[in-house]
């Protein structure tokens, strides 16, 4: 059981160049995130989807944009890429139980980008 | 404005001694708590939560204290292992909600 996968784990981009971060899920959950981890700020959710066709902003969506065309993928692209994108991104899915129902998040391996 | 704050950025302990990991937050909206852990190179994995409407949960060696009048929750690790040392997040959300809120994380080191 694979659970959460992304792809690839390392990348290095010159600024202005683009770039998509493939993450793929084998446990059909219904919501899939993308967060953003970098030194003394913890995780920051930058979008999020909570099913096929459905994305959504999260704390921090300028300059990426996201696709989940089929349940079990959620892409994040950056169209031109910037120093300030230099940080571990994070692909998480968490199952739906239903309204108000809490549940934890699955997280991936992780993808470290470096921006030149 | 950081809704969820860790002011440890980092913690050493003994081995088999008891490990206090803190988390204050500010949005009295939370009604679900959970610390993950984190391993260099690895994705963060779920340790424990606490539901709003309960002050304690315990599971195995870890156990989730929360204080919702001071707004604080801490997580603790008795006994401490080696295999304890790693980052610790504390997140929060609300209402079955998408935008769990982390905290900036504490390293723990547990000393053989």
């Known amino acids: 059981n694979a659970g959460v996968t992304q792809t690839p784990k390392f990348r290095v981009l010159k600024t202005g160049q683009s770039m998509t971060l493939l993450c793929a899920q084998d446990m059909n959950h219904e919501y899939m995130y993308w967060y953003r981890q970098d030194p003394g700020m913890g995780l920051r959710l930058i979008h999020y989807s909570v099913g096929e066709g459905t994305t959504a902003k999260g704390e921090v969506p300028d300059g990426y944009n996201v696709s989940r065309l089929k349940k079990q993928n959620f892409l994040l692209g950056l169209e031109s890429a910037a120093p300030s994108q230099t940080s571990v991104y994070f692909c998480a899915s968490s199952p739906n139980l239903g309204q108000h129902q809490n549940t934890e998040a699955f997280f991936g391996q992780g993808t470290r980008l470096t921006v030149v | 404005d950081q809704q969820v704050k860790q002011n440890s950025p980092s913690l050493s302990v003994q081995e088999g001694r008891i490990s206090i990991l803190n988390c204050d937050y500010t949005n009295s909206m939370f009604d679900y708590f959970l610390w993950y852990k984190k391993y260099p190179a690895e994705g963060p994995t779920f340790l424990i939560s606490?539901?709003?409407?309960?002050d304690k949960n315990e599971d195995g060696r870890f156990t989730v204290f929360l204080n919702k009048s001071a707004k604080h929750l801490s997580l603790h690790i008795v006994p401490s292992q080696p295999g304890d040392s790693a980052v610790y997040f504390c997140a929060a959300t609300h209402g079955g909600g998408f935008k769990t809120i982390f905290g900036a994380g504490t390293r723990l080191f547990v000393k053989a």
């Open positions: 606490i539901s709003s409407i309960k």
